[in-house]
């Protein structure tokens, strides 16, 4: 089974703090995503990755970046945490061939 | 730009009842796929169905089917004999066939099995 690891699924940060989310692959997927997930507003792109070294903003990059230094691992980056980022943040990865995705078990990050 | 809109925040559905999630996109694109994922209280996001649109043959898993129309752009999910594990938030989606393959998730819909 391919497994998606999100590496916290609860974490609490201050206002101001650099934070990251890190996500790791072990199916050898070329494409990797960070959405962000909120009520009433379903899930929403931030950061897309087709390979290593290689990113595309989706809908909603303000504030965020990402990093793929390795074709595993794709880490999203909180610049400096705001309360407005309070929210649900799912990673996920996926094949060429469009079977579908596989989704980390989520982060709940707190930004007080 | 793709959308995709369900029209139901919230359902319920008797156990053993069969019930109907709504979907409908917007899209010009010919060659594409639809998905519906689940989310259970436990977060993680399954996979339930897939179609592709070049297939005019519904898809169909176990007690899960879909009703397909192309023309309409309309994908609706038919669970059938509703069971307690059912209850979760079901995302319909949609990929495009080209390069730039992000899905595009519908806002949800919360399903309440009632026992």
């Known amino acids: 089974d391919v497994k998606v690891t999100q590496s916290s699924r609860y974490l609490v940060k201050r206002t101001g703090e650099k934070v990251f989310l890190e996500c790791v692959q072990d199916?050898?997927?070329?494409?990797m995503f960070w959405y962000r997930q909120d009520p009433g507003l379903g899930l929403r792109l931030i950061y897309f990755?087709?390979?290593?070294?290689?990113?595309e903003k989706g809908d909603i990059p303000e504030g965020y970046s990402v990093s793929r230094e390795k074709k595993e691992r794709f880490s999203l980056i909180l610049e400096s945490a705001s309360t407005n980022q309070t929210s649900m943040y799912l990673c996920?990865?996926?094949?060429?061939?469009?079977?579908?995705?596989?989704f980390g078990q989520g982060t709940r990050l707190t930004v007080v | 730009a793709q959308t995709v809109t369900q029209s139901q925040p919230e359902m319920s559905v008797q156990e053993a009842e069969t019930v109907t999630l709504s979907c409908t996109y917007d899209t010009s694109e010919s060659d594409y796929y639809l998905f519906w994922y689940k989310q259970p209280p436990s977060r993680q996001m399954i996979l339930v169905i897939r179609?592709?649109?070049?297939?005019?043959q519904n898809a169909t898993e176990n007690r899960f089917s879909v009703n397909f129309q192309k023309a309409a752009k309309s994908f609706s999910l038919k669970i059938s004999d509703s069971q307690l594990g059912d209850a979760a938030m079901y995302f319909c989606a949609y990929r495009s066939a080209q390069r730039d393959d992000k899905i595009i998730f519908g806002k949800g819909t919360r399903l309440h099995i009632l026992p």
């Open positions: 199916m050898d997927h070329e494409n």
């Open positions: 996920a990865s996926s094949p060429p061939e469009r079977t579908g995705f596989f």
């Open positions: 990755s087709y390979d290593v070294k290689m990113k």
């Open positions: 179609q592709e649109a070049y297939k005019q």
